[in-house]
């Protein structure tokens, strides 16, 4: 049997109390704003997604020797894993808010790396 320490049984404890204790997203009330599948309606009219009220970022990552081609592969990378995780409804790249696109040349491979990032909106 493997022996833990106490400071590993503090921690085991502590995670077990949080569990019990501390309240589930969907406990939580946010106000008439928050909707279902965690998003918010913003002051814009949007319904974007959050997590327990704050902001949540998706991303995308993709390369190719086109820099054109890494950043619509990009895109398409956070749209697929948005789809995946959420639904259609939330898989617009269009749609979503605070977007940004990073993408740096690698010589030694020659291709271009791109990060696509946005919170993701329902259309």
């Not at 204790?21 to 965690?38: C, I, L, M, W």
Request: hydrophobic share 40%; glycine share 6%.
């Amino acid at each position: 049997m493997i022996k833990l320490s106490r400071i590993r049984y503090g921690i085991l404890f502590a995670a077990a109390v949080a569990a019990v204790f501390v309240p589930t997203a969907s406990a939580v009330d946010y106000g008439p704003d928050y909707v279902v599948n965690y998003g918010m309606k913003l002051p814009n009219g949007k319904v974007c997604r959050v997590v327990l009220g704050e902001t949540h970022l998706h991303a995308g990552n993709a390369a190719d020797r086109s820099k054109a081609r890494s950043k619509r592969k990009a895109i398409k990378a956070w749209r697929d894993f948005t789809i995946f995780e959420y639904g259609p409804r939330w898989g617009s790249w269009a749609a979503s808010i605070k977007k940004s696109m990073r993408c740096s040349y690698d010589r030694d491979k020659r291709v271009w790396w791109c990060r696509a990032q946005s919170q993701p909106c329902l259309r």
